[in-house]
Nanobody, 120 residues
Framework: QVRLVESGGGLVQAGDSLRLSCAASGRQVRWYITGWFRQAPGKEREFVADISWTSTSTTYGDSVKGRFTISRDNSKNTVWLQMNSLKPEDTAVYYC?????????????WGQGTQVTVSS
């Protein structure tokens, strides 16, 4: 079993930056795509970004393009989400997930989430 643990969330002001981390432990599965999703109260889960195992492919949601950057270091079993120019609408619980297929996130591994709150 793969365990994913998010960290780095917190309360910040609009315009600030935060870096979220997703640390993987347990059975290591190669070739995993790792992604970040978020869910705000009363809203559906939203795709934020993902990155391929080799870091050669990244994808971003429209609402975060140009502000967020995803990266990974497989030697540290860690994926990061650098969030710049944060807005109040970025407030949500952020989840890390791992999958072998971008079309099948629900069958992958998920973390417990970390809260990000952006005040105006």
């Amino acid at each position: 079993q793969v365990r994913l643990v998010e960290s780095g969330g917190g309360l910040v002001q609009a315009g600030d930056s935060l870096r979220l981390s997703c640390a993987a432990s347990g059975r290591q599965v190669r070739w995993y795509i790792t992604g970040w999703f978020r869910q705000a109260p009363g809203k559906e889960r939203e795709f934020v970004a993902d990155i391929s195992w080799t870091s050669t492919s990244t994808t971003y949601g429209d609402s975060v393009k140009g502000r967020f950057t995803i990266s990974r270091d497989n030697s540290k079993n860690t994926v990061w989400l650098q969030m710049n120019s944060l807005k109040p609408e970025d407030t949500a619980v952020y989840y890390c997930a791992g999958t072998t297929s971008r079309s099948n996130w629900n069958s992958g591994f998920w973390g417990q989430g970390t809260q990000v709150t952006v005040s105006s």
